[in-house]
């Protein structure tokens, strides 16, 4: 059971807006920034959003983030097959005085 | 070109011991902290431990507090983590990874991954 709630699958077809949605509550996204991560099948997470809203050097820009309350949501518009990808949230809680993740989203381009 | 080596990982029986390691290169290593991540096979990203750049501040889990240990040696830039008393549990692909600054939260370089395999 993941401290962070994310829904275990989202989907969309190309050129489509999805967005995953990750619940927390006051001890860790209603305190403190949340990162977004993309994992392809056998290989490491990688940093795709920081900062509830910033996207790293070499990020498209059709990946987005946002955050209020205990709430982050990650918006992917313009879907591409090359998205199919876990995606998971992350962000300090203050109570396990640690990092937290969410369980993944299993993104699906149809 | 930042990288993160793992290394050390394996088979081992169920209350043995395992240290990885994770050698790093392309960044100032000594002036950033680092983290240990795992996953088990087809699941989810779960946080096992962090350490100060310094090495004078580390962080574990609750279901490795006491068993598990981060250090660091910043003149060999390479991050350890000694597991004790392994369970079956603990079975999972474990990660090292490179804390980018202002939250343990936020790894901005992963390491391809070491796999712990704990069984009998």
């Known amino acids: 059971q993941s401290v962070l709630t994310q829904p275990p699958s989202a989907s969309g077809t190309p050129g489509q807006r999805v967005t995953i949605s990750c619940s927390g509550s006051s001890s860790n996204i209603g305190s403190n920034t949340v990162n977004w991560y993309q994992q392809f099948p056998g290989t490491a997470p990688k940093l795709l959003i920081y900062?509830?809203?910033q996207r790293p050097s070499g990020v498209p820009d059709r990946f987005s983030g946002s955050k209020s309350g205990t709430s982050a949501s990650l918006a992917i518009s313009g879907l591409q097959s090359e998205d199919e990808a876990d995606y998971y949230c992350?962000?300090?809680?203050?109570?396990?005085?640690?990092?937290?993740f969410g369980g993944g989203t299993k993104l699906t381009v149809l | 070109e930042v990288q993160l080596v793992e290394s050390g990982g394996g088979l081992v029986q169920p209350g043995g011991s395992l240290r990885l390691s994770c050698a790093a290169s392309?960044?100032?290593?000594?002036?950033?902290?680092m983290s240990w991540v795992r996953q088990t096979p087809g699941e989810g990203l779960e946080w096992v431990s962090a350490?100060?750049?310094?090495?004078?501040?580390?962080y574990y889990s609750d279901s490795v507090k006491g068993r598990f240990t981060i250090s660091r040696d910043n003149s060999k830039n390479t991050l350890y983590l000694q597991m004790n008393s392994l369970r079956a549990e603990d079975t999972a692909v474990y990660y090292c990874a490179k804390v980018a600054g202002g939250t343990y939260s936020r790894l901005d370089y992963w390491g391809q991954g070491t796999l712990v395999t704990v069984s009998s």
């Open positions: 900062i509830n809203n």
């Open positions: 992350a962000a300090w809680d203050d109570s396990l005085n640690g990092p937290v």
């Open positions: 350490i100060s750049a310094s090495g004078f501040s580390t």
């Open positions: 392309g960044f100032t290593f000594g002036t950033y902290a």
